[in-house]
């Protein structure tokens, strides 16, 4: 990428204060090396407290999931017993009498 250079080479343009290798320029570099890692560092936090949250909510996802399928489970079987029930009621003795007797209630 760079051209390489020596130390000695580093040292003589700090003292002749030539180019981009002056005390300004290079403290400059360095505030902006400095704020680029604490960026970085912020972000990384924010990173890791998201992998929590996301660990933390799985958990509830899948108990919310779980609820989920217990419910559907629960609705089938209350279904086929109000089926049942209908079936029941409809043969009931009293309500064959009582239809028999008075055919304007047979609904």
Excluded: W
Excluded at 37 to 45: A, F, P, T
């Amino acid at each position: 990428m760079g051209k390489e250079v020596t130390g000695d080479q580093i040292e003589d343009m700090m003292r002749l204060g030539s180019g981009m290798c002056s005390r300004d320029a290079l403290s400059t570099d360095g505030r902006a090396f400095r704020s680029a890692l604490n960026e970085i560092e912020n972000l990384r936090e924010l990173f890791f407290q998201l992998a929590l949250l996301v660990e933390e909510q799985g958990a509830m996802v899948n108990n919310i999931e779980a609820n989920v399928f217990a419910t559907q489970e629960f609705i089938g079987k209350a279904t086929t017993e109000i089926k049942k029930a209908v079936k029941y009621k409809k043969k009931h003795p009293c309500r064959q009498l009582f239809c028999c007797c008075f055919p304007c209630c047979n609904k």
